[in-house]
C-alpha cells in the first residue's frame, strides 16, 4: 500500500487529467483535494473474507472530522504526500479548508470515531454502522453575540472517501412507508499496519426515483409526498446533547439504520451458509447509549421471520447484543410513546411487547422491573434486559449507575455490569496535532508509544532534558492558535498570555458559567486594584448550544457580553482576554489541544459520565483544573492528584449540599461573587432578549435554583484557580505539565478497544 514520490504525483496526475480535465498547477483545491484522496483509495486492498468473529458498533453518531490527514498519517505515506506535493509547488495545507465530517454532536460521536482508529490499529474486527446524514452538526457563528445557526453542507468538498455500495441497499419498512437504504463505505485505516475496517452509513432514498406515470395521471402530488419523506429520514443529524425530544422523524432514524444494517448482517450471514443460531459466534452489537437500542425488537422479528420461536430469537440476542451508557441524566435516557410506536412500527411494538412478557414470566418484580410501563417505552431498561453486558465511561459513572441509575438492575444482574474507561486515539491527538512534539518523544523514547501508550511513561525518567522543548514548542502551537483565532473570530491575543480554555458542549451541567463568573471576579478585581499582579491570561471558550437549549444559549450571550467589556476596556488589555470561538469542531480541537495552558474540566460532580476532552489535554501536556467527576479521577489516580488542581464539591458532598441549597446565602456571605453575578441584571450587559435576566433566575430563583452548584462551588474554584495562576511558569509548574502526558496511557483508545474485545465481545 506504499507508493514513492514519483508514483505519487504520476497517480495524482493521471486523476486529475482523466476525472477532472486539468493538471496540477490549475487544479482548484477542491479538484486537487479529490484527486489525492483518490490516489489514496485506489491503495486500499480488498477486503479479505475471513471467518473470525467481528462486532458491530451501531451508533447514531460518528464524529469523525477531517479524514485526508488521518488517512494519510495511518497508511504511514503523510511525508511522502507532502513532499509529493510540495515537489510540484501545492501544499497539503490547503486542504484544511476541507470541511469536517461532523456526523455527531460532541463526546459520544467523538469517542465512537477514536474507537474506530483504535479497533482497526489494534486489528480487532469493528465496524461501525450509522447514518449518512445530508447536514451534520450545523455551523455556528455569532451575531450580537447570539449563537446563529446555519445547515452544515459536509459534502461541499464531494466524499472521495466513501464507496457506495448500491449492490447490498436493502429495504426498510415503516407503516407509512417503504423506503431504500443505501450503504455507503468508509475504509478505516489502522496505523501503519495494513488492517482496513469499514465504517458503512445507510442513505435513505425513496424506491422509485421517480414515478413519471403517477406525474402524467396527476398523481404528482402523491409521488412527490412519498419521496419527500423518504429522504427525509437522513436529512440531518439532531443536534441535541443531553436531551431527548420524543420527535417521530427521530424515531424513523433510528429504525432505519438499524434496520438496514441487521438485514445486512443477517443476509451475509445466510448468504456464507452458516445457521442463524450460530448468529452470536459471528457477530456482536455494541449499542452506543440508547439510540441504536430498537435494534434488540427489529432483530427479534427478523429472526422469527426466518423461523424461529421467540424463545430462540431472544436467547440469539441475548448473547449479541451489549449496552452502552454515557450519560446519567434521566431526560437523556430515551423513551417512546407505545401509541406512537405502535403506529409507524407494529411489529416492532410487538416485539417490545414481549420482552416485557418475558421480563414478568422471568419472575422480575415489575414494581422495579419494566419495559412498558403506562404505555411509555423505556429503551435503556430494554437494552439492560436483553444485553449480555452493560458498560459505564469511567469508574466514577459505572459506580453510579450501579448505585443508583440502574440499582434494581444492578442487583438482579450484577453479572452484566462492567466498566471501561473511555479513551482517544494518540494518533489524531497527538501525532497529527502536534507533531513536533511527538517526534521530541520519539527522539528520547522511541516511537513505541505510537501504538502502546503505556510506553509515553518512559519520559518522565527525561523530563529536565524534555523542558526546553516542550516550551517551545507549546509557545509555537499558541502562536499558531493565536493567529487561527485572529483570522478566525476577529481577536488579538498574545502567545505569551497563560491560555486557560473550555471546549465542550454548552450545558448547565458542565458549568461553562461558572468559569465565565471568575472571568467577571479577575475583571472587577483587577479595576478596583484588589487583585494585583494578575498573570496576563486568555480565557478562552468554544461550544456549541443544542439550537432549542435555551439556557445554554444565555450562557453563549453572557460569555459574549463579558468579552465585549473585557476586550473594549484599556485598563486591562495587557492583563486579560476573552474568546469565545466560533463553531467549535473537531479541526478547531486539534489546534487548541496543544495549545492550551490549561485544560477546564468543571463539571458538577457526577453529571460528567467520562469526558474525553481531558484527555485531550492530558495527552499533550496540560494541567486539569477540574472537579472530581468522570474521568479526571482516574486522570489523578494516573497523574497524581497534587499535579492537576482539583476543587469543588465531591459527589457525596453534591448529595448532602442538595438538601439544605440556599444559594441566595452563599452570594450573600460573597460580596466578589455577588458583583460578578449582578451584572446579568443590573446593565453591564445589553440585555434586550431578556436572556440574561432568566440565566440570573435560574441560578438564585425557582423550584432548583443553582442546580448544578455554580454559585456553591465558585469560592473553591477561585481559591484553586488563582493558585494555578500563581504556579504557572515555574519549573514545577512545567514538570505538572510533562508528568500528566507521561502518565496518560491508561486513556488511549487503544487500551478502551482491546477491554472491550476482552471482556465484551469476546474476539
Ligand atoms: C437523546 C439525545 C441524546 C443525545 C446524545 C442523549 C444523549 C446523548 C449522549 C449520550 C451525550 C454524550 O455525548 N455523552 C458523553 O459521552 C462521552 C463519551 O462516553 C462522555 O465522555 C461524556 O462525559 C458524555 O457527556
Known amino acids: 500500500m506504499k507508493l514513492n514520490k514519483k508514483q505519487w504525483q504520476e497517480s495524482i496526475a493521471r486523476i486529475l487529467r482523466a476525472e477532472y480535465g486539468t493538471d496540477v498547477q490549475s487544479a482548484t483545491k477542491k479538484e486537487l483535494y479529490g484527486a489525492v484522496s483518490r490516489a489514496v483509495m485506489a491503495l486500499v486492498p480488498a477486503r479479505k473474507k475471513e471467518d473470525k468473529k467481528r462486532c458491530a458498533y451501531f451508533s447514531a453518531e460518528f464524529l469523525m472530522g477531517r479524514a485526508i490527514y488521518a488517512n494519510l498519517l495511518n497508511l504511514g505515506i503523510l511525508d511522502e504526500a507532502e513532499d509529493a506535493l510540495k515537489e510540484l509547488g501545492r501544499d497539503l495545507a490547503e486542504f484544511e479548508e476541507v470541511e469536517d465530517a461532523a456526523l455527531g454532536n460532541g463526546g459520544l460521536g467523538r469517542l ?47 466524499d472521495p472517501w466513501s464507496v457506495c455500495c448500491e449492490r447490498d441497499t436493502v429495504l426498510v419498512r415503516f407503516a407509512d412507508l417503504t423506503v431504500r437504504a443505501v450503504p455507503y463505505d468508509m475504509p478505516v485505516f489502522g496505523y501503519k499496519n495494513g488492517v482496513v475496517n469499514n465504517l458503512r452509513l445507510w442513505q435513505s432514498e425513496p424506491v422509485q426515483a421517480f414515478d413519471f406515470t403517477a406525474f402524467n395521471e396527476m398523481r404528482g402530488d402523491q409521488t412527490a409526498v412519498s419521496n419527500f419523506n423518504a429522504s427525509k429520514i437522513c436529512d440531518v443529524l439532531y443536534p441535541n446533547d443531553n436531551t431527548m425530544t420524543g420527535k417521530i422523524l427521530r424515531l424513523r432514524q433510528q429504525y432505519f439504520m438499524v434496520s438496514a444494517s441487521l438485514q445486512d448482517i443477517v443476509r451475509a450471514h445466510k448468504a456464507a451458509g452458516k445457521a442463524l443460531a450460530e448468529l452470536p459466534k459471528s457477530w456482536c452489537f455494541q449499542l452506543n447509549d440508547t439510540h441504536p437500542v430498537i ?49 409507524l412500527l407494529p411489529d416492532v411494538y410487538e416485539e417490545i411487547l414481549a420482552c416485557q412478557r418475558k421480563l414478568e414470566a422471568d419472575g422480575l418484580d415489575t414494581a422495579r422491573f419494566y419495559i412498558v410501563r403506562d404505555n411509555v417505552i423505556h429503551m435503556a431498561n430494554l437494552a439492560i434486559f436483553v444485553s ?44 497529527l496535532n502536534n507533531p513536533k512534539m511527538a517526534k521530541c518523544i520519539d527522539a528520547v523514547i522511541g516511537s513505541d508509544w505510537h501504538t502502546d501508550l503505556g510506553k509515553i511513561k518512559g519520559i518522565e525518567a527525561h523530563i529536565p532534558a524534555l523542558l526546553a522543548d516542550f516550551k517551545r514548542i507549546k509557545g509555537e502551537n499558541k502562536a499558531k492558535l493565536a493567529a487561527y483565532i485572529k483570522e478566525h473570530d476577529g481577536v488579538d491575543i498574545s502567545p505569551d498570555f497563560i491560555f486557560d ?89 486539534e489546534k487548541i ?34 472537579t472530581m467527576d468522570g474521568a479526571n479521577v482516574e486522570i489523578c489516580e494516573e497523574a497524581g492528584r497534587e499535579n492537576n488542581y482539583i476543587f469543588g464539591a465531591t459527589v457525596e458532598e453534591v448529595k448532602e449540599i442538595k438538601k439544605f441549597y440556599c444559594p441566595r446565602e452563599i452570594v450573600e456571605q460573597n ?21 440574561l435576566k432568566k440565566l440570573y433566575e435560574s441560578l438564585t430563583t425557582g423550584y432548583q435554583p443553582d442546580r448544578y452548584l455554580v454559585l456553591y462551588d465558585f469560592a473553591d474554584y477561585v481559591r484553586v484557580k488563582e493558585q494555578l495562576l500563581r504556579d504557572y511558569g515555574s519549573e514545577a509548574f512545567d514538570k505538572k505539565c510533562l508528568i500528566n502526558m507521561a502518565n496518560v496511557g491508561k486513556f488511549s483508545a487503544d487500551r478502551s478497544v482491546t477491554d472491550y474485545a476482552n471482556l465484551i465481545w469476546k474476539l
Not at 434521566?330 to 405502535?342: F, Q, V
Not at 434494581?408 to 497527538?430: C, H, L, Q, S
Not at 460580596?671 to 436572556?691: C, F, N, V, Y
Request: aromatic letters at 12%; a negative charge.
Open 671 to 691: 460580596p466578589a461573587l455577588k458583583r460578578a453575578l449582578q451584572t446579568l441584571i443590573d446593565g453591564t450587559m445589553q440585555d434586550e432578549s431578556g436572556m
Open 112 to 158: 465512537a470515531a477514536c474507537y474506530l482508529d483504535s479497533a482497526a490499529s489494534k486489528g480487532i474486527p469493528l465496524d461501525g454502522y450509522g447514518i449518512r446524514y445530508r447536514y451534520g452538526l450545523f455551523r455556528q457563528s455569532f451575531v450580537d453575540g447570539f449563537q446563529h445557526e446555519e445547515g452544515d453542507d459536509w459534502l461541499k468538498w464531494g
Open 388 to 431: 449480555a453486558h452493560v458498560n459505564g465511561v469511567a469508574e466514577i459513572h459505572t459506580g453510579i449507575l450501579k448505585a443508583e441509575t440502574f440499582r434494581d438492575w444492578y442487583e438482579r444482574f450484577p453479572e452484566k455490569f462492567v466498566n471501561i474507561t473511555n479513551g482517544i486515539t494518540p494518533r489524531r491527538w497527538m501525532l
Open 295 to 343: 435494534a434488540i425488537p427489529e432483530l427479534l422479528r427478523i429472526l422469527e421471520g426466518e423461523g424461529m420461536s421467540f424463545e430462540e430469537a431472544f436467547a440469539v440476542c441475548a448473547k449479541c447484543f451489549n449496552f452502552t451508557n454515557h450519560t446519567i441524566m434521566a431526560e437523556a435516557l430515551e423513551k417512546w410513546d407505545a401509541l406512537a410506536l405502535s403506529d
Open 501 to 589: 480554555v473550555q471546549v465542550k458542549r454548552l450545558h448547565e451541567y458542565k458549568r461553562q458559567m461558572l468559569n465565565a463568573l471568575s472571568v467577571l471576579y479577575f475583571y472587577f478585581g483587577i479595576k478596583d486594584g484588589s487583585i494585583k499582579d494578575f498573570p496576563p491570561t486568555a480565557f478562552l471558550f468554544g461550544a456549541k448550544a443544542a439550537p432549542g437549549y435555551y439556557m445554554a444559549k444565555a450562557v453563549i450571550k453572557f460569555i459574549n457580553e463579558i468579552a465585549r467589556l473585557v476586550n473594549g476596556d484599556k485598563d486591562v488589555q495587557d492583563k486579560m482576554k476573552v474568546v469565545f470561538m466560533q463553531n467549535y469542531n473537531v479541526s478547531y480541537a
Open 593 to 626: 489541544v496543544c495549545a492550551a495552558d490549561i485544560s477546564e474540566q468543571i463539571s458538577m460532580a457526577g453529571m460528567e459520565a467520562s469526558g474525553t476532552g481531558n484527555m485531550k489535554f492530558m495527552l499533550n501536556g496540560t494541567v486539569t483544573l477540574g
